[in-house]
């Protein structure tokens, strides 16, 4: 939870006070009230970040690689998306790894087309995702070697009072149905680093219908309270497949933009 800060007046004393010292002791009292708000909050901070220098690395956690993800589902697990449920599974470890990532898979009941429309619509995410409050691109252009890239600028409001910018660099792999995406390393963002992947597969058994695999990585910067953790870690991956499901199956019609991305199905 976020700390309130509360100022109690002391009593006043026989002591007599001068006019200097009363500014001193008030100015002095103002700059320790904005450093703890700074460390409490990180909005607090934000409108004098300069985000065009470049971020303080350029990326610690491993990237995605395009295309499907190693993982197997059991009966249960195709029950449970029939059922229109989201799946939680981990990855098989690579050649050095220590451990496969978290994974969430959802059916939905709506072509390729309109997942794709949805996932690629970044500049309308505030409103379809919950949390974020300004979603938008500032480069989208198509790559000589058939991928597309697109940066993003996005501020998500985690908790009242917590709220993180950055800035993310897709790179879009119509050949392999995916999409993945890092930090834009040019920029400064309030996250430490992130590494994520959608990718796009057509239902095994039903036609006309799509099964999403999402994972996305985030390493947060400093000493973040707990709530916000949990925010941004598993819980996170059901709800960002669940907005996608939703929104493909009302507009089934929808088609990705392939003009601009090159995707075609």
Known sequence: QPTHLILVCPPHSRTTRTPTMLSRKIIVSILSLVAAIAVIDPCAVDAKK?????????????PYQPGAFDLKLDSSDEKCLEAGKPVMKQSTPKDGEVGG??????????????????????????????????????????NSDGTSTVKTKM???????????????????????????????????????????????????????TRLFYACDIKLAGAVPKPIVNILSKSALKTATSWVKKNSEQTPEMTAPSTTFGFGF
Do not use: M
Request: hydrophobic share 30%; glycine share 6%.
């Open 50 to 62: 300069n985000r065009d220098v470049p971020h303080p690395h350029s990326g610690v956690l491993k």
């Open 155 to 209: 501020v998500l409001g985690v908790l009242p009072g917590y709220s993180y910018t950055a800035f993310y660099d897709h790179t879009l792999h119509p050949k392999q149905n995916s999409v993945v995406w890092t930090l834009d390393y040019e920029k400064t963002s309030d996250f430490d680093d992130v590494a994520g992947h959608w990718h796009v597969e057509e239902h095994p058994t039903k036609p006309g219908c």
């Open 101 to 142: 990532g978290a994974i969430c898979v959802q059916d939905v009941d709506a072509p390729r087309e309109a997942v794709w429309s949805q996932i690629l619509d970044y500049d309308k995410y505030k409103g379809k995702v919950a949390k974020v409050n300004e979603a938008k691109n500032y480069v989208v252009r198509k």
